[in-house]
């Protein structure tokens, strides 16, 4: 049985989002500020936190980035929720390593669908490691490392598993749909500029070889070595 946190102030969504949780077979816990979030992810390690972005206490960004930054927590998915859904929000979210950003209002269809898909991203690969390479760039799918000119790359996991997706299919256009599909690991309701979002994250990291992703104009993206 995998643990939720949830940490969000509106007690009425909280609760709603702890039933439907339960329904579903999770173990929930939940914190009203956020402190105590903070504190309860530290002490109990969930298998997912559901943040809120605007928290009395402790906003949810500083939140991410401290778990984030912390060796013990880094590996929790966080599903940022918030009522702002401007780009510049959805960006600062992916820039402290929330690994999804969910839009009130919303469906539990939605939220159960991105909780699945974010849990199953999470997990171990169970495929032999290989080194894959593209330009400068290196990929260790045993260790999930990314170097690139011999200096390692640190990424999320949504960000790897996007350069890996792009790198295993090098010099071949993919679209939107089809990255959210393989990366994120569902049809996605609403917005496709999350896979923007991402690309223009994993360009920075990357560098000067982050000019290897290039943008198809009203289609996708691909990787090329040159």
Same mark, same amino acid.
């Not at 979210?93 to 839009?103: L, S």
């Given at each position: 049985m995998k643990t939720i946190l949830i940490i969000e102030d509106e007690r009425d969504l909280l609760d709603l989002i702890a039933f439907n949780l339960e329904r579903e077979g999770y173990r929930v816990l939940t914190a009203d500020d956020g402190k105590d979030g903070l504190q309860t992810a530290k002490s109990r390690h969930p298998d997912l936190i559901i943040l809120d972005l605007m928290l009395p206490g402790i906003m949810g960004t500083d939140i991410c980035k401290i778990l984030k930054n912390n060796e013990k927590t880094a590996n929790i998915p966080i599903i940022m929720l918030t009522a702002k859904g401007e780009e510049i929000d959805r960006v600062v979210?992916?820039?402290?390593?929330?690994?999804?950003?969910?839009?009130k209002p919303f469906?539990? #269809?939605?939220?159960?669908? #991105?909780? #699945?898909?974010?849990? @199953? @991203?999470?997990?171990?690969?169970?495929?032999?490691?290989?080194?894959?390479?593209?330009?400068?760039?290196?990929?260790?799918?045993? @260790?999930?490392?990314?170097?690139?000119?011999?200096?390692?790359i640190v990424l999320t996991t949504t960000e790897y598993k996007l350069l890996l997706n792009l790198a295993e299919r090098l010099g071949r256009v993919q679209n939107r749909d089809l990255l959210l599909k393989n990366v994120w690991g569902y049809n996605y309701i609403g917005d496709t500029r999350t896979v923007d979002t991402h690309i223009t994250r994993l360009r920075t990291k990357l560098g000067s070889a982050g000019e290897m992703i290039k943008t198809v104009r009203g289609f996708g993206y691909k990787m090329e070595e040159s």
């Open positions: 979210g992916f820039e402290v390593g929330a690994d999804d950003y969910v839009v469906s539990n #269809r939605e939220l159960m669908l #991105r909780i #699945r898909a974010v849990l @199953r @991203r999470s997990e171990p690969d169970n495929k032999e490691g290989k080194i894959l390479t593209a330009g400068p760039i290196s990929i260790d799918t045993g @260790r999930h490392v990314v170097t690139s000119a011999g200096e390692e």
